[in-house]
């Protein structure tokens, strides 16, 4: 053999390796990501924005925050946008999805007042995208309300439907010309269950099995209310999609005992399928088993009806089938059993449930144990899903990993290449209609009630440096690689 066909040979060999052990994107997959206002702007009470409930939650609740911080600077992106926009481009993302904050928008919240400076950053932001290539994506509504309407009962007040709907109708006339991609709501669990239940989030009320579902039905009500609103008017002209995005975990049964199989089908209704089910099933309204666990535990603390106020045949109507597709953030899988009824005491959302959960702790996980990789599982919630809600086409809107402050994030990219891997093949062997999946999140920001002490960025920022230095993790390599070359490593290493 010449040294010409050893190197011939290994040249072979090595291809044939790397054909096994990496595998190329669909050309129609898209690749982009994400940030939310109120983590990465600043610029609290600049030009004329209005208070938000959680400018409110951490100037006079700081002891809510881990660390005691807020998001008074966050990334000051607010001044920095312009070089935010540099580093989306130099990786090659080809989408970006943020927030508009409803305060800078509308200060007290309500449509007699616009703060033109608000309209006017917002649509510098999108001309900056679209002027480097990259598609906006907007989130009408994370998380940012504004402290006003928590005087009168926040997402518990039904008025909010037209409150929301006012102020989308707005954005969709500033920016829908330029705009063609909306999300109405980030995770209405979060907002509904932290928010109104649990109160670890803004605007920091505990009423659990009460307030949460009061804003469960109002939520979902907002979110119809804009699409319809969208779908009418706006659609027809701007040509543009909508839809919702539902933070959904996997629960797998822990055991092949029907009662645990049983549990962890009602963990899914209870997390996500209370959303999901009125917008995406083909009969809408709430999954059966949350309506009758909520009904039995209040008639046993002595309710009259149930906690979880009905939804009624027109609203059940109204909610179904308001979404371009499912909007999927997607971050973690739990183990699930079967929990006797806990004592009759005060109502509690978890003990209307019923389950016990868990996790595997050999699942790689990262500053937050909540937060692990499981491809298989995030494979299955796929098929979740396409079965049971009319096979939509699914956008994953979040995925991310919280690393300890290190620039070598290399469990991130384990992570991230362990997922793609999976929705690569729900797509490819299971027919899953899933070709979008953004990162989450371009730097790092200001993680609600844990504060800048949980990085999720690609970008790490210097929050004690005036001009909040960005600097490039080992992350950014591995997109900056993906996107150019668009290979995935098969592996999960
Ligand atoms: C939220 C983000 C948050 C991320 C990590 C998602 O639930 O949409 O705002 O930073 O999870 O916790």
Same mark, same amino acid.
């Given at each position: 053999?010449?040294?010409?066909?050893?190197?011939?040979?290994?040249?072979?060999?090595?291809?044939?390796?790397? /054909?096994?052990?990496?595998?190329?994107?669909?050309?129609?997959?898209?690749?982009?990501?994400?940030? /939310?206002?109120?983590?990465?702007?600043?610029?609290?009470?600049?030009?004329?924005?209005?208070?938000?409930?959680?400018?409110?939650?951490?100037?006079?609740?700081?002891?809510?925050?881990?660390?005691?911080?807020?998001?008074?600077? /966050?990334?000051?992106?607010?001044?920095?946008?312009?070089?935010?926009?540099?580093?989306?481009?130099? @990786?090659?993302?080809?989408?970006?999805?943020?927030?508009?904050?409803?305060?800078?928008?509308?200060?007290?919240?309500?449509?007699?007042?616009?703060?033109?400076?608000?309209?006017?950053?917002?649509?510098? @932001?999108?001309?900056?995208?679209? /002027?480097?290539?990259?598609?906006?994506?907007?989130?009408?509504?994370?998380?940012?309300?504004?402290?006003?309407?928590?005087? #009168?009962?926040?997402?518990?007040?039904?008025?909010?439907?037209?409150?929301?709907?006012?102020?989308?109708?707005?954005?969709?006339?500033?920016?829908?010309?330029?705009?063609?991609?909306?999300?109405?709501?980030?995770?209405?669990?979060?907002?509904?269950?932290?928010?109104?239940?649990?109160?670890?989030?803004?605007?920091?009320?505990?009423?659990?099995?009460?307030?949460?579902?009061?804003?469960?039905?109002?939520?979902?009500?907002?979110?119809?209310?804009?699409?319809?609103?969208?779908?009418?008017?706006?659609?027809?002209?701007?040509?543009?999609?909508?839809?919702?995005?539902?933070?959904?975990?996997?629960?797998?049964?822990?055991?092949?005992?029907?009662?645990?199989?049983?549990?962890?089908?009602?963990?899914?209704?209870?997390?996500?399928?209370?959303?999901?089910?009125?917008?995406?099933?083909?009969?809408?309204?709430?999954?059966?088993?949350?309506?009758?666990?909520?009904?039995?535990?209040?008639?046993?603390?002595? #309710?009259?009806?149930?906690?979880?106020?009905? @939804?009624?045949?027109?609203?059940?109507?109204?909610?179904?089938?308001?979404?371009?597709?499912?909007?999927?953030?997607?971050?973690?899988?739990?183990?699930?059993?079967?929990?006797?009824?806990?004592?009759?005491?005060?109502?509690?959302?978890?003990?209307?449930?019923?389950?016990?959960?868990?996790?595997?702790?050999?699942?790689?996980?990262?500053?937050?144990?909540?937060?692990?990789?499981?491809?298989?599982?995030?494979?299955?919630?796929?098929?979740?899903?396409?079965?049971?809600?009319?096979?939509?086409?699914?956008?994953?809107?979040?995925?991310?990993?919280?690393?300890?402050?290190?620039?070598?994030?290399?469990?991130?990219?384990?992570?991230?290449?362990?997922?793609?891997?999976?929705?690569?093949?729900?797509?490819?062997?299971?027919?899953?209609?899933?070709?979008?999946?953004?990162?989450?999140?371009?730097?790092?920001?200001?993680?609600?009630?844990?504060?800048?002490?949980?990085?999720?960025?690609?970008?790490?920022?210097? #929050?004690?440096?005036?001009?909040?230095?960005?600097?490039?993790?080992?992350?950014?390599?591995?997109?900056?690689?993906?996107?150019?070359?668009?290979?995935?490593?098969?592996?999960?290493?």
């Amino acid at each position: 053999m010449t040294i010409g066909s050893v190197t011939l040979l290994v040249i072979v060999c090595f291809c044939s390796v790397y /054909a096994q052990s990496s595998r190329k994107l669909p050309d129609d997959f898209n690749i982009g990501v994400a940030t /939310a206002a109120y983590q990465i702007e600043g610029g609290w009470n600049e030009d004329g924005k209005g208070e938000g409930i959680w400018d409110y939650m951490t100037h006079h609740h700081p002891e809510k925050i881990t660390d005691g911080s807020s998001g008074d600077v /966050a990334c000051d992106s607010y001044h920095k946008y312009k070089q935010d926009v540099q580093l989306i481009k130099s @990786l090659g993302f080809q989408r970006y999805r943020f927030s508009i904050s409803w305060p800078r928008i509308f200060p007290n919240g309500f449509m007699n007042k616009v703060n033109q400076a608000g309209i006017d950053y917002y649509n510098n @932001l999108i001309n900056e995208l679209l /002027a480097n290539d990259v598609e906006p994506m907007i989130t009408i509504y994370h998380w940012n309300l504004p402290q006003n309407f928590t005087n #009168f009962g926040g997402w518990t007040n039904p008025q909010i439907v037209s409150w929301f709907t006012s102020y989308a109708k707005l954005l969709f006339e500033s920016f829908g010309d330029r705009v063609k991609l909306w999300i109405t709501i980030n995770e209405p669990k979060q907002i509904c269950v932290f928010g109104y239940g649990t109160g670890i989030f803004a605007p920091g009320l505990n009423y659990s099995g009460v307030a949460d579902y009061m804003c469960t039905k109002n939520v979902l009500l907002a979110h119809a209310s804009v699409y319809r609103l969208y779908d009418k008017i706006f659609k027809p002209k701007q040509k543009g999609r909508i839809g919702i995005t539902i933070e959904s975990v996997w629960g797998e049964p822990g055991s092949d005992a029907e009662e645990d199989k049983k549990a962890a089908d009602r963990m899914i209704q209870f997390d996500f399928g209370i959303y999901a089910h009125p917008v995406f099933h083909k009969n809408g309204g709430y999954p059966k088993v949350v309506e009758e666990y909520v009904a039995r535990r209040s008639s046993a603390e002595g #309710f009259s009806k149930s906690r979880l106020p009905k @939804l009624t045949p027109k609203e059940i109507d109204y909610i179904k089938g308001t979404s371009d597709f499912y909007g999927l953030n997607h971050y973690s899988t739990m183990y699930v059993k079967n929990k006797l009824p806990d004592p009759i005491t005060n109502p509690c959302r978890i003990k209307d449930m019923q389950v016990h959960t868990y996790d595997d702790p050999s699942w790689l996980s990262g500053s937050i144990s909540y937060f692990r990789l499981v491809p298989w599982g995030f494979r299955k919630l796929l098929n979740y899903i396409k079965n049971n809600y009319q096979d939509p086409e699914i956008i994953v809107t979040e995925n991310g990993f919280p690393d300890y402050g290190e620039i070598e994030d290399n469990n991130r990219i384990k992570f991230h290449k362990g997922n793609l891997n999976a929705v690569l093949d729900a797509l490819i062997y299971d027919n899953v209609k899933v070709k979008d999946y953004i990162v989450w999140s371009l730097m790092d920001n200001y993680e609600w009630s844990e504060g800048y002490r949980i990085p999720f960025g690609l970008y790490h920022v210097n #929050f004690t440096d005036v001009n909040r230095q960005r600097t490039p993790k080992a992350s950014c390599g591995f997109f900056k690689d993906l996107l150019y070359t668009r290979k995935l490593a098969h592996d999960e290493n």
